[in-house]
């Protein structure tokens, strides 16, 4: 405990930034997290759009010759 | 118990025939020696320092052995070859272990009186005994450990970086305990032996990793 | 990579796997050795399920692969020596096979000094070391001439006594020791037939 | 299948929630400590977070050990996104610390606190996850050498704390021992709240990105399943399970 009392406590207004600091980093890194994830389902999203859009496509060309064999 | 000796005699006679591990090992502590004297422009050391350049540079040239320890079982069908006799495949960790731990004796045997003469202050003499008790305490952790990571870097691309950057974390601990209970012992008119606190440290470490090895080695055999 | 393959071999005969560079004949071999796992499928050994009881398994299997599972600077003697240690079979063993493939002259010479037909030549000796009852042979021929295939034949050849899976660049000569043939095209089975039924056209498409 | 989506809103509110109480708790209601000050509230977010990342750590270890144990990959994507967010949250525990080292020494870093050395050297262990698991390319022998390393590194942590505080004088700001003895009641019970927080958080964020992975790996399934093999873009080579 040495070292602690050579620190004296900090006079509000500096102790402040550096409060802010750390909680605004703890923030920072969540949005991050929050925009990375974000980006990522909306990738999700579009390979969901594109699928539906293929099985779509496929149902359709299948409709269109019914004599066909079904492949796969 | 049989095919630990049996791996073991193989990597010996190996190494043996090949010189390929044990001689750059050698070489690295001591040109790493030289390296000090004139990084640290001292022409001696002692006490903490002292400690601190023999573990370090011990460890790095442990790095070198455990980067080779498996090179040959994974270029020349090693691991196949044990994997298709009918024996316990923790005989190999075992093996491997005692291989690397032999090579570490070898390489402090001339790398200590090496650093008692090119760098250390004090007299080697009075040390001696606490320093042997210590470094063997911590070759078994660097032995075990570096057995383990060996075993995970040598089925990588890139073996030669994930190796070190793997061990290293893994062996500070076993640093620690090796410097600081080395570095009483390098004082001129030092202790005689070597603090308990780090003797127990270390001896936890090398328990708990053997046991921890022991467990997990097989799951890195299997293909 | 292997999709679709099934079939029994029987003990005591031979099974020849056909197919092209890459069809998946020496990921077969590696599965049977327990060196591989199947991700799915049953596959048994000596009626013993892989790779769940791999371990009765080894020890009883000889394999025969492109690698020679020696190490290079080591002689052939000491090779052999420690796989005869692993296996636990008397060093007399060791003597006798060297002498059967010719090689007691040359065996304290390092593995990377000889040419790769001694190499061969000492891979048989490490495979048929422990008496298998299983030789898995990739290739075996590979790199021997006519007196050394000669030399080998009692060992791996068709009279060996054990069961055998072997594959072979020459579809020819493995026909001719062929029991059963296996035809892999892309990891599927394109044929499983006994080999006077293979036609030389199936054979040409396999290797098209 | 596991639906890793279910009750995922409800640990969300929760997690938030206890998040702002613990917030609103150290702001308003935790007194100044008598030595450091304001700038003592660092520890209300600091230590959570610490905490949480070794238990993350850990967490991970112990799922890798799983996977060891039955070979089902899931275990293995468990462990890899629990390591993953113990990561972020250890990133989180450097920065705070390194701010509270400075606001509190001046220094932005310092030697002498046994237990943010050892932090450090448990993230540089554990930063070496990702570049293994890139450095394996096929996946089943991947996820069993991560799961290795997870199991090793889960380990390391409690035996790395006991070396390097062995190694330093108690010198923190120990304002929480490990019985928690010295600690005011109200200064315990904001602690509590937001430690409470953050492992809700974390617990949050792993089930999240759980879901995330389980819904894109479901996708491919069925573009497997409806349209064939060949219509599935491969994908690339990535420290990530799959």
């Given amino acids: 405990m040495s070292l602690l009392a050579v620190a004296p406590a900090l006079p509000l207004h500096t102790a402040g930034k550096y409060v802010a600091g750390a909680y605004i980093v703890f923030l920072a890194i969540v949005l991050i997290y929050v925009g990375i994830m974000a980006s990522r389902l909306s990738r999700t999203e579009r ?13 359709s060309a299948q409709d269109s010759e019914p004599e066909r064999e079904p492949v796969a | 118990m049989k095919t630990v000796l049996t791996v073991l005699r193989k990597d010996l006679l190996l190494e043996l025939r090949g010189l390929e591990t044990l001689p750059a090992m050698i070489l690295f502590a001591i040109v790493t020696f030289v390296i000090f004297h004139f990084g640290l422009n001292r022409d001696t050391i002692d006490g903490q320092l002292a400690a601190g350049v023999l573990t370090v540079t011990l460890l790095f040239a442990a790095m070198l052995g455990i980067n080779r320890l498996f090179v040959a079982e994974r270029e020349q069908g090693g691991f196949d070859a044990f994997l298709l ?5 923790s005989a190999l960790l075992v093996a491997k272990a005692t291989a690397l731990f032999l090579f570490l004796v070898v390489l402090e045997v001339i790398a200590v009186p090496a650093f008692g003469l090119l760098l250390l202050g004090p007299s080697l003499g009075p040390a001696l005994a606490g320093l042997i008790a210590v470094l063997a305490l911590g070759d078994v952790a660097l032995a075990v450990i570096g057995t383990l990571v060996s075993a995970i870097a040598v089925q990588t691309r890139a073996r030669d970086l994930i190796g070190p950057i793997i061990g290293l974390p893994l062996l500070l601990p076993a640093l620690i305990g090796m410097a600081r209970g080395a570095g009483p012992l390098l004082v001129a008119h030092g202790s005689s032996g070597p603090p308990g606190k780090w003797v127990a440290i270390l001896a936890l470490y090398d328990v708990v990793f053997a046991l921890l090895s022991y467990a997990v080695f097989d799951f890195l055999l299997e293909d | 990579m292997l999709r679709d393959v099934s079939l029994d071999v029987p003990a005591g005969s031979t099974l020849a796997v056909l197919g092209r560079n890459g069809a998946g004949k020496s990921t077969l071999l590696r599965i049977l050795a327990t060196l591989l796992r199947p991700h799915a499928g049953e596959v048994r050994v000596f009626g013993e399920a892989l790779p769940r009881r791999g371990f009765a398994v080894r020890g009883r ?87 050394a295939t000669e030399l080998v034949s009692p060992l791996i050849g068709r009279g060996c006594g054990a069961t055998r899976v072997l594959t072979s660049h020459d579809p020819q ?15 599927r089975a394109a044929f499983v037939t006994s080999p006077d039924k293979v036609d030389a056209a199936a054979v040409k498409r396999l290797y098209a | 299948m596991t639906t890793y989506g279910r009750g995922l809103r409800g640990l969300s509110l929760a997690a938030a929630a206890t998040m702002t109480v613990a917030l609103v708790l150290t702001f308003f209601y935790a007194p100044l400590d008598a030595n450091q000050g304001f700038i003592q509230k660092i520890f209300y977010i600091h230590v959570p977070l610490a905490i949480t990342a070794l238990c993350g750590f850990v967490f991970g270890g112990v799922l890798g050990a799983v996977y060891l144990r039955t070979g089902d990959r899931k275990w293995d994507i468990r462990s890899y996104v629990a390591i993953h967010m113990a990561l972020i949250f250890g990133i989180g525990t ?14 932005w870093w310092v030697w002498s606190d046994p237990t943010l050395t050892s932090f450090l050297i448990v993230m540089l262990l554990f930063a070496t996850y990702q570049p293994l698991r890139f450095s394996i390319e096929d996946p089943e022998r991947q996820s069993r050498y991560a799961s290795v390393f997870a199991v090793v590194a889960g380990a390391f942590v409690p035996l790395n704390f006991i070396a390097v505080r062995a190694a330093q004088a108690y010198v923190h700001p120990r304002v929480l021992t490990l019985t928690g003895g010295n600690l005011p009641g109200s200064m315990r019970l904001t602690f509590l709240v937001a430690l409470a927080g953050v492992a809700l958080l ?25 349209l064939g093999e060949d219509s599935v873009v491969p994908l690339k080579r990535s420290a990530a399970p799959s």
């Fill in chain 2, 85 to 89: 006799a009918p024996v316990d495949r």
């Fill in chain 3, 173 to 187: 000569a493995a026909l001719a020791e062929a029991d059963l043939v296996l035809g892999l095209e892309d990891g």
């Fill in chain 3, 61 to 147: 299997l000889g394999l025969l692969a492109h690698d020679p599972l020696l190490y290079r600077d080591l002689s052939g003697r000491e090779n052999l020596g420690y796989h005869a240690r692993l296996h636990g079979v008397a060093f007399e063993r060791v003597e006798e096979v060297l002498e059967a493939v010719g090689m007691g002259g040359r065996a304290d010479e390092p593995v990377r000094t000889l040419s790769r037909g001694l190499v061969q030549r000492l891979a048989v000796c490490r495979a048929v070391l422990h008496g298998p009852a299983l030789l898995l042979l990739d290739e075996p021929l590979a790199n021997l001439d006519p007196a």
């Fill in chain 1, 47 to 59: 390979e969901l759009i594109e699928l539906r859009r293929d099985v779509e496509a496929q149902r």
């Fill in chain 4, 94 to 107: 450097l920065l705070t610390g390194t701010i509270w080292a400075k606001a509190s020494w001046g220094h």
């Fill in chain 4, 202 to 226: 974390y617990v949050t964020l792993w089930k999240y990105e759980m879901a995330a992975k389980s819904t894109r790996m479901q996708v491919r399934a069925l573009r497997r399943a409806l």
